[in-house]
């Protein structure tokens, strides 16, 4: 028996941050919803019950942290940072689906959320710089 297609997925993930074009948004900030989902082949992790053929559900939920920290003006913008820094730092990662979704958000209406959703997928190439270092 053989799998065909292997998801690892963190869903209803709330952070607190500052995200949005209103310079208020930047200064309450808002609660902010993360559902994600990472193709993946953790055929030898299932076999072995070892972590090390997969990937941690603690490591990702970390980079999600340090990027959901960095303020953006636009949802757009913090989903493909979080992209890129997991493709980076997880290179077992063959494809990502993302849902951002801000909570309560300041349009003078009543409206749960809004958000963005967004699939990458790995290129083939991989850079040997790393974007995230200063």
Same mark, same amino acid.
């Given at each position: 028996? +053989? ?18 074009? $209103? ?8 609660? &902010? ?7 993946? $082949? ?11 053929? %997969? ?9 999600? +942290? ?12 913090? #989903? ?8 980076? $730092? &997880?290179?077992? @990662?063959?494809? @990502? $689906?993302?849902?951002?979704? +801000? ?7 009543? #409206? ?12 083939? +190439?991989?850079?040997? %710089?790393?974007? &995230?270092?200063?």
């Amino acid at each position: 028996m +053989k799998a065909t297609s292997m998801y690892i997925r963190l869903e209803g993930i709330r952070l607190y941050a500052y995200h949005g074009v $209103d310079p208020q948004e930047n200064v309450v900030g808002a609660n &902010f919803l993360i559902d994600l989902r990472l193709k993946t $082949d953790f055929s030898h992790a299932a076999q072995t019950d070892e972590l090390s053929g %997969t990937i941690s559900y603690a490591d990702v939920f970390e980079r999600l +942290k340090e990027e959901m920290k960095i303020p953006s003006k636009l949802l757009e913008h913090v #989903c493909e940072r979080i992209a890129t820094r997991l493709f980076h $730092d &997880f290179p077992m @990662i063959e494809a @990502i $689906d993302l849902r951002l979704s +801000k909570e309560n958000p300041p349009m003078g209406s009543d #409206c749960q959320s809004v958000g963005v959703e967004a699939h990458y997928e790995q290129s083939m +190439k991989r850079t040997t %710089t790393n974007p &995230f270092t200063h």
